[in-house]
């Protein structure tokens, strides 16, 4: 009987403790996670913005991951963890694909999801390895592979038949963009809700305002639950400003000047914030082991 324990507890600690050394899989920061110091912040910054386009004209994801080591764990496995962790491309679709590079261990890999396996096959993936990326990296061109690299898979990915992307939650059909907004709008808003206030009174004038804001937010933004929020928020906003102006003594002027700290907040910041987050996540993508490994 102790010999049966001995031999299931060498079992269990050959199990557990490789598992246990294995490197820790980086958090996804953004869509290029460099922990070398490899690539400068301009080198980031154009392979984010590249990486981005794609995935916004074609839904695909594609990540790059710079790592000093791998800790002697075959890059394939390595690789092939971050991007279950990650899940890099769209669920379902799975087009996600991943471009590792161990640099200490100077080993590296391009992991692919199973819906780019047809443009991104393994074959094709070992010539992007052995012809485009490691010669540049053998000369110590590091931001040069792997843009070559990466332009490679894009110009591939590109032309494979894959799902539409699914508009961003601000477009619904309009070609309008948070970042576009034009702080004229709230102003020329601000001016009609006055003249509206004084012509037709407090309580007339408040709604109109609202419904106008509500006209010219669906027009921006053609997102019918945000402009009636907005129009509700603009009504309200209106008649509080008026009361508050109306106690204090003030001027219709002064109560505007206090409303427009208060409707721009509220009504506007919350899709400048998500677009300016600058956050990226997986999609919610599958890998199978398909892609290719390299060494220079």
Same mark, same amino acid.
């Given at each position: 009987?102790?010999? $049966? #324990? ?8 050959? %199990? ?28 980031? &910054? ?10 916004? #004209? ?26 279950? &962790? ?32 047809? &443009? ?8 992007? $390895?052995?012809? $485009? ?36 939650? %601000? ?25 509206? #206030? ?15 804001? &509500? ?25 509080? $400003? ?53 060494? %220079?």
């Amino acid at each position: 009987m102790k010999a $049966i #324990r001995a031999v299931l507890l060498a079992l269990l600690l050959s %199990w557990v403790l490789p598992a246990l050394a294995l490197v820790a899989v980086p958090q996804l920061t953004g869509r290029v996670v460099d922990q070398t110091g490899t690539l400068s912040s301009g080198d980031v &910054a154009q392979l984010t913005q590249t990486l981005a386009d794609l995935e916004r #004209r074609k839904g695909s994801q594609i990540a790059v991951l710079i790592v000093p080591t791998t800790d002697g764990e075959a890059i394939e496995q390595f690789s092939l963890r971050v991007a279950e &962790a990650w899940k890099i491309g769209r669920k379902k679709i799975d087009d996600g694909a991943l471009l590792v590079v161990a640099k200490n261990d100077r080993r590296l890999r391009i992991e692919v999801g199973y819906g780019l396996e047809g &443009a991104l096959n393994d074959v094709t993936v070992k010539r992007i $390895i052995d012809e $485009i990326i490691t010669p540049k990296f053998r000369s110590g061109d590091f931001a040069g592979g792997i843009s070559a690299g990466v332009n490679r898979m894009i110009g591939l990915v590109n032309g494979e038949k894959l799902p539409e992307p699914a508009a961003p939650h %601000w477009d619904k059909g309009s070609n309008f963009n948070p970042e576009d907004f034009n702080p004229f709008w709230l102003f020329f808003a601000f001016v009609v809700s006055s003249i509206l #206030r004084s012509t037709l009174g407090r309580l007339v004038g408040g709604v109109l305002t609202g419904v106008f804001v &509500a006209g010219l937010a669906w027009f921006l933004l053609a997102n019918v639950l945000l402009a009636v929020l907005a129009g509700i928020l603009a009504a309200i906003f209106t008649m509080l $400003i008026d009361f508050a102006s109306s106690g204090s003594g003030g001027t219709s002027t002064g109560g505007w000047s206090g409303g427009s700290s208060s409707s721009g907040s509220s009504s506007w910041s919350s899709g400048s914030s998500s677009s300016d987050s600058g956050g990226f996540s997986g999609g919610g993508g599958s890998f199978g082991g398909g892609g290719a490994s390299g060494s %220079w």
